[in-house]
């Protein structure tokens, strides 16, 4: 397996346009995990899926973040209007479980000016 | 929601020295505490876990300890290297909860 592929690798997008963040997790795996990292705020966790399903979203900052999970290998992050507060690098990672090791993206680095 | 604590935040050594990262958590329900490595340009990558039943697990040069009664757990690691040189963060998975990340601490080995 290539492991959790993430795209872009890098986004640089005006404030107010939306943006939309992509993930394939490893095959398998029933967990999706969304993160975002900043040196002030460190890694936080936006929300997370069971089996497609979201579990727990209580990390996403505000209406403006959406994330959905069509299907078992495919996961979005959507950001409408971006501001530039949301640059970070955003990371997406998969596991077997919640209690187990999570394998993370090369993650997308988001700039918004 | 559980809040992990993490220290210090940057820490050098020489090569050959040992370093200890410590953390500390709030949810007396967690049971599982991994700690990642995570390079310039990477993701974090899973170096050493631990499950609330071990109180130490060791890995070659890396270990880590447990106290749940004090609920802090730390990674060690000996016989440093320069490629040991990352940002290191301990996690926390409570009771209903994904990993749950402390801020991180910057490891410089210096040769």
């Known amino acids: 397996d290539a492991g959790v592929i993430q795209s872009p690798r890098h986004e640089v997008t005006e404030m107010g346009q939306e943006v939309t963040l992509r993930c394939k997790p490893i095959?398998?795996?029933?967990?999706l995990f969304w993160y975002r990292q900043t040196m002030m705020r460190g890694l936080e966790l936006l929300i997370y899926?069971?089996?497609?399903?979201?579990?727990?979203d209580s990390g996403m900052p505000e209406d403006r973040f959406s994330a959905k999970m069509p299907n078992a290998s495919f996961s979005t992050l959507k950001i409408q209007p971006s501001e530039p507060r949301d640059s970070a690098v955003y990371f997406c990672?998969?596991?077997?479980?919640?209690?187990?090791?999570?394998?993370f993206g090369q993650g997308t680095r988001l700039t918004v000016v | 929601g559980e809040n992990v604590e993490q220290h210090p935040s940057t820490l050098s050594v020489q090569e050959g020295d040992s370093a200890v990262i410590k953390c500390t958590y709030s949810?007396?329900?967690?049971?599982?505490f991994p700690w990642y490595k995570q390079e310039l340009g990477k993701g974090p990558q899973l170096i050493i876990d631990?499950?609330?039943?071990?109180g130490e697990k060791k890995d070659q040069r890396i270990a880590v300890t447990l106290n749940k009664t004090a609920k802090h757990f730390s990674l060690h690691i000996t016989e440093t290297q320069p490629e040991d040189s990352a940002v290191y963060f301990c996690?926390?998975?409570?009771?209903?909860?994904?990993?749950?990340f402390g801020k991180g601490t910057t490891l410089s080995v210096s040769s």
């Open positions: 949810d007396s329900a967690s049971n599982y």
């Open positions: 990672a998969s596991s077997f479980s919640r209690s187990a090791e999570a394998f």
């Open positions: 899926f069971n089996n497609n399903v979201p579990i727990d």
């Open positions: 996690a926390v998975v409570g009771a209903g909860t994904a990993l749950i």
């Open positions: 631990i499950r609330s039943n071990v």
């Open positions: 095959s398998g795996h029933d967990y």
